[in-house]
């Protein structure tokens, strides 16, 4: 199963900031639209943002104006720039596949292609200090 990769993650102060990445390293998508999850230690996951295999966005109320959520379109990289964070935006953030309908990944190189509509990372470690 090909893994999404998440990165950007670290320890920030209260009302820094940081620019999460998602990817599949060597693989590009056309028709996958992305979904941002955090989940808290001890916490339910909580959806965060998404974005459209078209590029429109959609947010959380506790991240509305805080957060932006882009796609590069030749890459299919999915960025998810954080501002003005706040200690309860500590959690793991993990990225997926939006999973209401089937998306592929292509490798860039041999063109051999993986669909899926449950592609995942292990998520990316955001902890914000007061």
């Known amino acids: 199963q090909l893994q999404l990769e998440e990165s950007g993650g670290g320890s920030v102060q209260a009302g820094g900031s940081l620019r999460l990445s998602c990817l599949a390293p060597?693989?590009?998508?056309?028709?996958?639209?992305i979904d941002w999850y955090r989940q808290a230690e001890g916490e339910q996951r909580e959806w965060v943002s998404s974005?459209?295999?078209?590029?429109?966005?959609t947010y959380a109320d506790s991240v509305m104006g805080r957060f932006t959520l882009s796609k590069d379109g030749a890459t299919g990289t999915v960025y998810l720039q954080m501002q003005s964070l706040r200690p309860e935006d500590t959690a793991m953030y993990i990225c997926?596949?939006?999973?209401?309908?089937?998306?592929?990944?292509?490798?860039?190189?041999?063109?051999?292609?993986?669909?899926?509509?449950?592609?995942r990372g292990q998520g990316t470690q955001v902890t914000v200090s007061a």
């Open positions: 997926m596949s939006n999973p209401s309908t089937r998306c592929t990944f292509c490798n860039n190189v041999t063109r051999i292609c993986h669909t899926s509509r449950s592609f």
């Open positions: 060597g693989f590009t998508s056309k028709d996958c639209g």
């Open positions: 974005i459209t295999r078209d590029g429109q966005t």
